[in-house]
């Protein structure tokens, strides 16, 4: 009987680039440090916690564009990252702060989201290099996990403004929490901000423009952040009414044929 030779261990195989995955890591312990903050009815923090794990997210992947430093690993812990911050976190701290008041419903809607995130995460993983870049087949994990959380951090931070609205709270968060999984295994079309490219020069009042946005953004940045979001979250279907007006038969113009690809 022969037994199967061992082969050398290949340390260069199984090394990894350290600078763009400790975004990664950071990002990840973003979404964990949420999830505990969650448990202990600290929901201010898991909120912002929420937020910075999309910061992390965004900046590992054009940190490793710039530095040369894509790998597979890199591909692969990122998509594991993004699920726990933007999949479970979001939907446990959803259940632990409203959702729980509705029992059996609660965790199911918080479940709905979870496993929307994971199926938005797995089908954005195949359809790469297939899909038109300049839109995002569904509404992103990170935009979707910012409606939630925004929703939670602007009820803490303006509770004494939106004290009248604090019985409907648990409703907007079932609302919310349902419309924000359900649009991430939708196709609904997002635009994806591809197209802005940040060497190309513009004009001098862009920069104008881009003071006036960091001053509303740093005035209240909660309130600022979600409304964002919101328009974005909206702005999918808003183009997809558009485009089916456009593909309606009229008696007088002929129909608009839809030459895009879809995503």
């Known amino acids: ?14 090394s990894i680039y350290l600078l763009p995955n400790l975004f990664t890591l950071a990002a990840l312990f973003a979404g964990f440090y949420a999830i505990v903050s969650a448990m202990n009815h600290k929901f201010d923090l898991a909120a912002v916690a929420i937020f910075a794990a999309m910061v992390l997210d965004g900046l590992d992947g054009r940190v490793a564009r710039l530095t040369h430093t894509q790998s597979a690993f890199g591909a692969e812990f990122d998509s594991l990252s993004d699920m726990v911050s933007f999949g479970v976190a979001p939907a446990l701290v959803a259940y632990v702060w409203q959702l729980h008041q509705f029992g059996k419903i609660g965790w199911m809607v918080a479940f709905i989201y979870c496993a929307a995130a994971a199926l938005r995460l797995a089908r954005f993983n195949t359809n790469i290099g297939i ?3 300049r839109w995002f087949q569904g509404l992103p994990s990170p935009s979707a996990a910012a409606l939630v959380a925004g929703l939670v951090w602007i ?14 709270l648990p409703w907007l968060a079932l609302i919310f929490t349902l419309f924000a999984g359900l649009s991430m295994v939708s196709n609904v079309r997002f635009w994806s901000f591809k197209e802005l490219h940040m060497r190309k020069t513009v004009p001098f009042v862009v920069m104008l423009l881009v003071v006036i946005g960091l001053l509303v953004l740093v005035s209240k940045p909660p309130l600022v952040l979600f409304l964002f979001f ?11 009414l558009y485009c089916l007006i456009l593909r309606k038969p009229r008696s007088s113009i002929p129909a608009v044929e839809d030459t895009e690809n879809q995503t």
């Open 1 to 14: 009987m022969h037994l199967p030779t061992k082969r050398p261990l290949d340390l260069k195989r199984q």
């Open 155 to 168: 009820s803490h931070e303006y509770a004494e403004d939106l004290e009248p609205l604090m019985p409907a």
């Open 131 to 133: 899909v038109d870049k």
């Open 230 to 240: 919101i328009g974005y979250g909206l702005s999918g279907y808003v183009y997809w």
